[in-house]
């Protein structure tokens, strides 16, 4: 087979990616390790920054999203007896909205499936080849097992942190920066009403607790665990009481209400940034390049960023031949994705406990500042509504 780009991926990145190609006029294949069921069915994130709702708009793709989404000003930020609302709204003129990943993937499958869009599902022993000439191409294996090839003008590794894009680039020619945290998050979701109308980022001695939603009768709810946590060592009642006491409930008549848990999962924490995100004829984006402790809710949308920038320089280098987007992609994905890596190790470590009194102290001083502050509060509300797509 032969294609413009080929796509190795079909998370968001992929997905938006072969989506903002066709818009302009550039033929893509998706190819998927997993099934398009397994897919679909994968529980991850759930806030949509104010840049990534702009962008799916701009491709017609919101309608779901402003009829089912949730719109939200702000968040809370609260610590033991203390509960403060950011407005991001007031504070940086832009919202955030609740919309599951699993969601804009259904929008982004059902976009594609109705534009006839190719799509590979099920391969395996996906390898990347002459990255660094101008006629790359991938071999796999497909789901009857027959080796196949794919050539293609340029290969878009979307693959997350596991695939194999990163690895194809020589040793040597990239450098990475990691840092893993001494903590993981312990995710469930419940079939009960949001005891809360916007999100509750909460700060406690025994650990970090976050209110999340998928809607107005699903609550998507995590708590700081350590990093080798067994999900099926908690009951549910040990998790609904250590929600309870880390978020306050009780606390000016504030009440978290349980509900039946319908899945549960431990989300180890780790930052990690790939430069440069491009070699050759490959262009890395999403995961692929760089992972972000969810604190900051900015993973799925730094996914979203990267192909922004991405789509519009493949386009015009396989449309015009101008390659001077495509050369400057890496340099001005990566602004933004330590930008995202700075505010989600900020988030982080501010709201986490890690058993040393004096970092308690500084983190209940700087909850103080950030919440009282002008300056501290439009600091993280700028951060955490998003930036600017080409910041
Ligand atoms: P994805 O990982 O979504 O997609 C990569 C795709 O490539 C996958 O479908 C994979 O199967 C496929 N692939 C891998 N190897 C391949 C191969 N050899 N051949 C073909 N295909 C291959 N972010 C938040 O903001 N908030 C959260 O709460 C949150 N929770 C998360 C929970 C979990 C368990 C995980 C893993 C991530 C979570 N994230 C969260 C981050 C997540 O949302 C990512 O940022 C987002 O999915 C990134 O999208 P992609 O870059 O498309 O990568
Ligand atoms: C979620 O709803 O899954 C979510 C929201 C905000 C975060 C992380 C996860 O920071």
Known sequence: MRTQVAIIGAGPAGLLLSH???????????????????????????????????????????????????????????WPEERHHLDFVDLVGRSVWVYGQTEVTRDLVAARDAVGQQFVY????????????????????????????????????????????????????????????????????????????????????????LHSMRSESVSRLYLQVPPDTDPATWSDDQIWE????????????????????????????????????????????????????PTGAKGLNLAVADVALLAPALAAMINKGDHAAADSYSERALRRVWRCTHFSWWMTTMLHTHGDDFDAQLQKSQLQWVSSSA?????????YAGLPISY
């Open 122 to 209: 099920e391969i395996s022993d996906t390898a990347l080849h002459d990255l660094d000439s101008d006629r790359p191409y991938l071999t796999y294996v497909d789901v009857d097992g027959r080796e196949q090839r794919l050539d293609a003008d340029a290969i878009a590794g979307c693959d997350g942190s596991f695939g194999p894009s990163r690895k194809a680039i020589p040793s040597g020619v990239g450098q990475t920066w990691e840092r893993a945290y001494p903590f993981a998050w312990f995710g469930i979701l419940a079939d009960v009403a949001p005891s809360t109308d916007e999100l509750i980022y909460a700060w406690h001695p025994d650990g970090f607790a």
């Open 375 to 383: 300056a501290g509060s439009a600091g993280l509300a700028e951060n």
């Open 242 to 293: 250590a929600l309870a006491r880390r978020l306050g409930h009780g606390q000016n008549g504030w009440q978290l209400h349980p509900g039946p848990i319908t899945d549960r999962s431990v989300l180890p924490m780790r930052s990690y940034v790939y430069e440069p995100m491009r070699y050759g004829r490959l262009f890395l984006a999403g995961d692929a390049a760089h992972i972000v402790p």
């Open 20 to 78: 903002l190609l066709a818009a302009d006029g550039v033929e893509s294949v998706v190819l998927e390790t997993r099934s398009r069921e397994y897919v679909a069915a994968r529980i991850r994130a759930g806030l949509l920054e104010s840049s990534t709702v702009d962008i799916l708009a701009a491709c017609g793709l919101d309608g779901r999203l402003r009829e089912q989404g949730l719109e939200h000003r702000g968040i809370y930020l609260q």
